[in-house]
């Protein structure tokens, strides 16, 4: 479209194109203000008036009305002719403006539907982390009290299968988070060797898991290196029960070694887990990191798993600041490894007492009122089995209110506090008991597990937190934070804050 027009900003000549797209003609301009023809608005007028007496630069978006009464987009720019007359020229972008709509509200109504989805994710882990609290809480009560061997098989396999499902739930909410970029990271500072012995602990859980009798483990570590490194102990854990747990899977028979070198010159260490297993073709060393790719299929083989480990470890590692690679041939095994930035380098200094297991110290709180507020009578029966041992008068709340009534007419010593509560929630509650009673220890005892969960937890008044499913010792520990008093207990107390 092309108009020519004063400096005045009176309608001289109209193009075919003008009278095609908005209808109105150069006739039309004689005698009236075209301008208040096609912008009515005052105020939007004098936005118009005002950009094309002053010759900016660019094009300008307008909304025209037509010769019809339609509103129109379009997209204006306007240069000075050496007679001083102005020549406007328009692009119709009513179907560009349209489109851009679309857009927009598929993108909204995407958004909206991965907030459902990642909201109906997180209670659905809440659904399944409440029962399972009961599930796996009982089996190890149970553990105390049988003794045939078939017995304790069948308690083996509900506790490794219920771990493989908390596992798997984990995984899912993982990458519902990787989906809206909301995995994140809090660095702390430890020393590498500390990271191996939780590694340590680790396979021996998992080998209880797998049963894998013909598969053995190795460590090789720098033996005079200290490593202290800034990361997140939680995330870094992550991706090596990951890449130990793929590879117990895929071996049957050999060796699994674990470690990490040391890296000076460009101040890094690199993990890696490398096994005698089925191997991986080269050609797929870059999918295997890709979401939902599994290489063996179902039809060829038994392994298990749901394709998104490798991606949710790939991730982490960026953002702990390194890369994650494999080397592997069909038949030969794989080695998996994964750099990480480390801060210092310092000779390496055993001390012995650190390097003894610590064990739990079961208290004796004969004389504590110890109130659990748990609405699910499962998993409060299963707490009150726990702390048995305890000696404490344990005291039981269902709802909300009921649990600021107890505290505040009873001298309760310590308390659980569910989040999820009828009538008033744990946030609820916390703060009213804040209001009279700002010392007691509250723990929330929840089947929110997310970081950012526990951060809101702390932050709304709770002394811990811990989440479901938990065991005894999870329960025996965070209450020896407040009634057991040893050099130890610090250390302990780490694993709740």
């Known amino acids: 479209m092309v108009s020519i027009f004063d400096k005045q900003i009176d309608s001289l000549f109209l193009n075919k194109a003008v009278e095609k797209i908005t209808g109105w003609k150069t006739e039309d301009a004689k005698g009236k203000d075209l301008m208040k023809l096609a912008y009515p608005d005052p105020e939007y007028r004098k936005e118009a008036v005002e950009f094309m007496a002053s010759l900016t630069p660019g094009f300008k978006d307008l909304i025209m009305r037509t010769k019809d009464g339609r509103d129109i987009d379009t997209t204006w720019t306007n240069v000075e002719i050496p007679d001083g007359r102005r020549i406007g020229i328009g692009i119709d972008i009513t179907n560009r403006k349209e489109m851009e709509q679309e857009l927009i509200t598929a993108k909204e109504k995407a958004e909206k539907e991965n907030l459902l989805r990642y909201a109906f994710i997180q209670n659905i882990s809440h659904e399944i982390r409440t029962p399972m609290n009961s599930i796996l809480g009982y089996a190890e009560l149970l553990y105390n009290r049988v003794t045939e061997d078939d017995e304790i098989e069948f308690l083996d396999a509900i506790s490794q299968s219920g771990d493989q499902l908390l596992r798997l739930i984990d995984d899912i909410i993982d990458f519902s988070r990787l989906d809206k970029d909301e995995l994140t990271i809090t660095k702390e500072e430890i020393s590498v060797n500390e990271i191996i012995q939780m590694t340590q602990q680790l396979i021996s859980g998992l080998e209880k898991t797998y049963n894998k009798k013909d598969v053995r483990f190795q460590f090789k570590v720098p033996s005079d290196e200290n490593i202290i490194i800034s990361t997140d102990v939680h995330r870094l854990n992550q991706v090596l029960t990951n890449l130990i747990s793929n590879a117990i899977r895929y071996t049957d028979k050999g060796i699994i070694e674990v470690g ?133 008068n344990i005291l039981h709340a269902d709802t909300g209110p009921s649990t600021v009534e107890i505290v505040k007419n009873n001298n309760i010593d310590f308390l659980f506090l569910d989040i999820r509560l009828p009538e008033l929630n744990g946030y609820q509650v916390i703060k009213q008991i804040r209001q009279f009673n700002e010392s007691l220890p509250v723990v929330a005892q929840t089947a929110n597990a997310l970081p950012e969960d526990r951060q809101k937890i702390i932050n709304a008044g709770f002394s811990a937190h811990i989440s479901k499913p938990f065991s005894q010792e999870d329960l025996i520990y965070v209450i020896n934070k407040f009634t057991y008093h040893s050099e130890k207990s610090p250390n302990i107390w780490k694993k709740y804050e």
């Open 260 to 392: 990490y070198n040391v890296y000076e010159n460009e101040k890094e260490i690199t993990f890696f887990v490398k096994d005698t297993g089925i191997g991986i073709a080269k050609e797929n060393h870059s999918l295997v990191f890709e979401r939902f790719i599994r290489l063996h299929d179902d039809s060829q083989s038994i392994i298990r798993g749901t394709g998104l480990g490798l991606t949710i470890c790939k991730h982490i590692v960026k953002l702990l600041g390194g890369e994650i690679g494999v080397e592997s041939s069909p038949g030969e095994g794989s080695l998996f490894y994964f750099t990480h930035p480390f801060i210092e380098q310092k000779p390496l200094q055993v001390d012995r007492n650190d390097t003894e297991e610590e064990s739990v110290v079961y208290p004796n709180l004969e004389n504590y009122n110890l109130l659990i507020a748990e609405d699910d009578i499962f998993s409060f029966q299963m707490m009150k089995h726990m702390l048995s041992s305890t000696k404490a």
